[in-house]
């Protein structure tokens, strides 16, 4: 299949343009507008934005075949401009580098995403490119994506998280569990007459900070951390809390199932005198075209075996683009958590940037990184409808 080659001074102007798109979580509309302009440019066969206001745009080939999917989430986290050096919806290129909010996480590989399958030379295409910009992700990791994959049915994914231009192919899954402890309120000068709830949960603090969690060769350990702790009433005056919640960050592995996750946490010993209780935390955001994810915040692991079929093709793909990718894993938590570790659609990580840039203060990507991640997509896809037709 041949195709033509992406341009790098295009490639920076769009991903400057994407970086200026102010996109919060809950407020992705002006960055899929630009997106969806540039896939019209690039002659997209079909755009559509989905009921949670996700971008889907396809490049259809002139036989039949299979379907594979590139996926980009484009929301991002804030920025506080008094932190940065440099505007952080600016896309200034300084040093070979470009900064701004949403670089590496994620928008200069839904770039590349974009411009690798607009590209394609469709004459020589078996079967069907698509391209998703998912909205939410940064609150729920697959939530909005489950739609995307309704529509598509793909055959296989490609999650565009940051991989140092390397080949992932697992990645730790995240939950969010909260804990109440019960306790009697009292008035602050009589505190005899009470029990604090918040003295409990220090207990359960304590006890959690020493629970033993497992580690995987490839993924790295489980952890729990404390992530925020809030008493009830608050605030409190002369008054004992009656009631205290934590929420814990339990990073998963692939054996953690929600039973187990739970069971670990409300069955530690030495605390039976303690009334509490550990459950999943909710899902309930509202994405920018009023679409409602719900459910609980359990994200599962997933891991391919680096024999998988589609992760050596893909290896093949990015050799054949001219990378030498390593085979790696993700530590962080992604939309791949849905694709392979809910829907079982085989998936690997493959984008530009490292996973500690996600975030940051002067976030920020290499530019040449642009065009050699435009090349690595085209060289998947190149090998995964070669080997399927």
């Given at each position: 299949?041949?195709?033509?080659?992406?341009?790098?001074?295009?490639?920076?102007?769009?991903?400057?343009?994407?970086?200026?798109?102010?996109?919060?979580?809950?407020?992705?509309?002006?960055?899929?507008?630009?997106?969806?302009?540039?896939?019209?440019?690039?002659?997209?066969d079909?755009?559509?934005?989905?009921?949670?206001?996700?971008?889907?745009?396809?490049?259809?080939?002139?036989?039949?075949?299979?379907?594979?999917?590139?996926?980009?989430?484009?929301?991002?986290?804030?920025?506080?401009p008094?932190?940065?050096?440099?505007?952080?919806?600016?896309?200034?290129?300084?040093?070979?580098?470009?900064?701004?909010r949403?670089?590496?996480?994620?928008?200069?590989?839904?770039?590349?995403?974009?411009?690798?399958?607009?590209?394609?030379?469709?004459?020589?295409?078996?079967?069907?490119?698509?391209?998703?910009?998912?909205?939410?992700?940064?609150?729920?990791?697959?939530?909005?994506?489950?739609?995307?994959?309704?529509?598509?049915?793909?055959?296989?994914?490609?999650?565009?998280?940051?991989?140092?231009?390397?080949?992932?192919?697992?990645?730790?899954?995240r939950?969010?569990?909260?804990?109440?402890?019960?306790?009697?309120?009292?008035?602050?000068?009589?505190?005899?007459?009470?029990?604090?709830?918040?003295?409990?949960?220090?207990?359960?603090?304590?006890?959690?900070?020493?629970?033993?969690?497992?580690?995987?060769?490839?993924?790295?350990?489980?952890?729990?951390?404390?992530?925020?702790?809030?008493?009830?009433?608050?605030?409190?005056?002369?008054?004992?809390?009656y009631?205290?919640?934590?929420t814990?960050?339990?990073?998963?592995?692939?054996?953690?199932?929600?039973?187990?996750?739970?069971?670990?946490?409300?069955?530690?010993p030495?605390?039976?005198?303690?009334?509490?209780?550990?459950?999943?935390?909710?899902l309930?955001?509202?994405?920018?075209?009023?679409?409602?994810?719900?459910?609980?915040?359990?994200?599962?692991?997933?891991?391919?075996?680096?024999?998988?079929?589609?992760v050596?093709?893909?290896?093949?793909?990015?050799?054949?683009?001219?990378?030498?990718?390593?085979?790696?894993?993700?530590?962080?938590?992604?939309?791949?958590?849905?694709?392979?570790?809910?829907?079982?659609?085989?998936?690997?990580?493959?984008?530009?940037?490292?996973?500690?840039?996600?975030?940051?203060?002067?976030?920020?990507?290499?530019?040449?990184?642009l065009?050699?991640?435009?090349?690595?997509?085209?060289?998947?896809?190149?090998?995964?409808?070669?080997?399927?037709?």
């Open positions: 299949m041949s195709h033509l080659p992406p341009s790098l001074p295009a490639l920076i102007n769009f991903t400057q343009r994407l970086v200026q798109a102010q996109s919060l979580t809950g407020a992705e509309q002006t960055a899929v507008e630009v997106l969806a302009a540039e896939m019209r440019a690039l002659n997209f079909k755009i559509v934005v989905d009921p949670a206001g996700s971008l889907i745009g396809i490049i259809e080939g002139s036989q039949p075949g299979p379907t594979l999917l590139l996926d980009g989430h484009c929301d991002t986290v804030p920025a506080n008094a932190d940065w050096q440099h505007d952080p919806w600016g896309g200034q290129v300084e040093g070979g580098r470009m900064f701004g949403g670089t590496a996480d994620m928008k200069a590989s839904l770039a590349a995403m974009v411009h690798a399958a607009g590209s394609l030379d469709r004459g020589a295409l078996r079967g069907r490119v698509a391209v998703s910009a998912t909205v939410a992700e940064e609150v729920s990791e697959g939530g909005a994506l489950r739609l995307v994959m309704d529509e598509l049915h793909p055959d296989a994914v490609v999650i565009g998280e940051a991989t140092e231009l390397n080949l992932n192919r697992g990645g730790r899954g939950a969010e569990i909260e804990v109440t402890t019960f306790g009697r309120s009292a008035h602050s000068s009589s505190p005899q007459a009470g029990r604090c709830a918040v003295t409990d949960m220090l207990r359960v603090v304590q006890s959690l900070q020493a629970l033993p969690l497992g580690v995987h060769a490839e993924l790295g350990p489980a952890s729990l951390v404390l992530t925020d702790i809030i008493s009830e009433p608050y605030p409190g005056r002369s008054v004992i809390p009631r205290c919640r934590a814990f960050d339990r990073r998963l592995l692939p054996e953690d199932r929600v039973p187990s996750v739970l069971a670990e946490v409300n069955q530690r030495g605390l039976d005198d303690v009334q509490y209780q550990a459950r999943l935390a909710g309930d955001e509202s994405t920018y075209t009023g679409y409602q994810l719900r459910g609980d915040k359990f994200f599962p692991a997933w891991i391919y075996p680096e024999s998988h079929p589609f050596q093709t893909a290896l093949r793909g990015l050799q054949s683009a001219g990378l030498q990718p390593s085979i790696g894993c993700y530590r962080f938590c992604t939309n791949a958590a849905y694709s392979a570790g809910i829907a079982g659609i085989p998936t690997i990580g493959f984008g530009i940037g490292r996973e500690e840039d996600a975030h940051i203060t002067d976030e920020s990507i290499l530019v040449e990184d065009l050699s991640a435009a090349r690595g997509y085209q060289g998947i896809i190149t090998a995964f409808l070669n080997q399927l037709s």
